[in-house]
């Protein structure tokens, strides 16, 4: 069974930066992209980035291009967020995603997300 | 950017009735359309994966169809379980977008 745990997140202050990690298991974690999604809270969902199973490819949202970056550690099985440059419309919860199969474009499971606040 | 307009944005059901929901795309996605469910301070979970293919686990009761820009979720008779958000979401081209949702609430 696929299993994702997020962590990382929390209160940081405009300007500020934070890095979300993931931790994956239940599946074979180095075949398959990876995914963040977030959500303000009472909101819709965001899908924010990608990256490729040997984390050679990434693809970002407009809205967080240049300031975060996607990567991924295939020994330990962990996908990571750093985020900088933080501004208040980053506050949401943040959820990695794995899709079923091994198009970059499917999501399927998700873990059950970390806060990230961003306020001063 | 692929725009995904869902209707309705809520509605309130009964246990046993019949529920559709509907989403739209604003360019043909061919089949790349999944249906997820989340309740309250959860992830959202899987229902229906490629327009059609029910994921593992999930009721019959559920079912989606659709192709091209106009796809259906459809609950053939509501389950108290049920009362929950779905959101649609394109897997055709980045960035990936969902829908903003329907909220069914039980009447």
Known sequence: EVHLVESGGGLVQPGGSLRLSCA???????NFWMHWVRQVPGKGLVWVSRINSDGIATTYAD?????????????????????????????????????????????????QGTLVTVSS | DIQMTQSPSSLSASVGD???????????????????????GEAPKVLI??????????????????????????????????FSTYFCQQSHLTPLTFGQGTKVEMK
């Open chain 1, 24 to 30: 994956a298991s239940g599946f074979t974690f180095s």
């Open chain 1, 63 to 111: 809205s967080v291009k240049g300031r975060f970056i996607i990567s991924r550690d295939n020994v330990k099985r962990t996908l990571y967020l750093q985020m900088n440059n933080l501004r208040a419309e980053d506050t949401a919860v943040y959820f990695c995603a794995s899709p079923r199969g091994f198009s970059g474009y499917t999501i399927d499971y998700w873990g």
């Open chain 2, 18 to 40: 019949r529920v559709t929901i509907t989403c739209r795309a604003s360019r043909n996605i061919r089949s790349d359309l999944n249906w997820f469910q989340q309740r309250p």
């Open chain 2, 49 to 82: 994966y490629t327009t059609s293919n029910l994921e593992s686990g999930v009721p019959s009761r559920f079912s989606g169809s659709g192709s091209g820009t106009d796809f259906t979720l459809t609950i053939s008779s509501l389950q108290p379980e049920d």
